[in-house]
């Protein structure tokens, strides 16, 4: 009997991104997620939209057509352990396919950190970088990586250790929050990066300024 090749339902691939992590990175956002944050600023990822649905041999391909730099590779979503078995499949086959290349493996994970080790302990041995925690918007400021400061930031390796050492994380990629890059896409505008308190709405503004009127917001749904 043959098995179906994995598969995953996808927000939205992207290159490049300069503001989740160290340099220039590949970005693969997972559609679905069942934690629901508060302030979630995502709500376009929380449906499970079966017509989101890839190979997951295709984000390879993809990711293996960038150009150079590549040097790390986010992960966020919605939320990828909603989906564990093609989360899995997908690291398992980045872990292969970067070999000895430094290219560090930043996850997002809005799961607590207690039930992440304990039911998703084998993250440890794909993922450079672990980020967990639900986002609180009532804690929300800007610090470094994270969209509120109850979020933990681990590393599970020396790349991990070596490029995300937390006496750097705030001058390092704290200033990389201030910077959050616009995607202008087929009759979308999307962001990349975690706003800071405020941006969103300073954004709406300003192009509401422009004659130009969103009419759905992901973080107003
Ligand atoms: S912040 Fe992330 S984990 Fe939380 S509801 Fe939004 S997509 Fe889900």
């Known amino acids: 009997m043959s098995e179906h090749p994995p598969t995953m339902l996808v927000s939205r691939l992207h290159y490049p991104v300069t503001n ?5 990175r590949a970005g693969i956002w997972f559609q679905g997620c069942t934690v629901y944050c508060r302030g979630c600023i995502a ?36 939320e990828p352990t909603d989906q564990p078995g093609a989360l899995l499949a997908l690291l398992t086959r980045i872990h292969a396919w970067r070999g ?12 607590a950190t207690a039930h992440l080790d304990r039911e998703f302990g084998w993250l440890r041995g794909y ?22 400061p109850n979020q933990l930031v681990r590393t599970f390796s020396e790349l991990g ?17 201030a910077h959050l890059s616009v995607v202008v896409g087929d009759g979308t505008i999307q962001t990349v990066g975690i706003p800071l308190p ?15 009127e969103m009419t759905r917001t992901s973080w107003l749904m």
């Open 20 to 24: 989740l992590g160290f340099r220039t």
């Open 100 to 111: 000895a290349r430094e290219i560090d493996l930043l996850l997002y994970s809005g799961r």
């Open 127 to 148: 993922v450079d970088v672990l980020i967990s925690e639900p986002f609180e918007l009532a804690a929300a400021t800007d610090c470094p990586l994270r969209g509120s």
């Open 198 to 212: 405020g941006d969103l709405a300073a954004l709406r503004t300003r192009m509401a300024e422009r004659g130009i």
């Open 43 to 78: 709500r376009d990822t929380w449906p499970f939209d079966p017509a989101r649905e890839q190979p997951v041999d295709q984000v390879m391909a993809w990711l293996d057509q960038l150009p150079a730099p590549l040097d790390g590779i986010t992960i966020s979503g919605g």
């Open 161 to 177: 250790a070596r490029r995300y050492p937390p006496e750097t994380l705030d001058a390092d990629y704290g200033r990389q929050r």
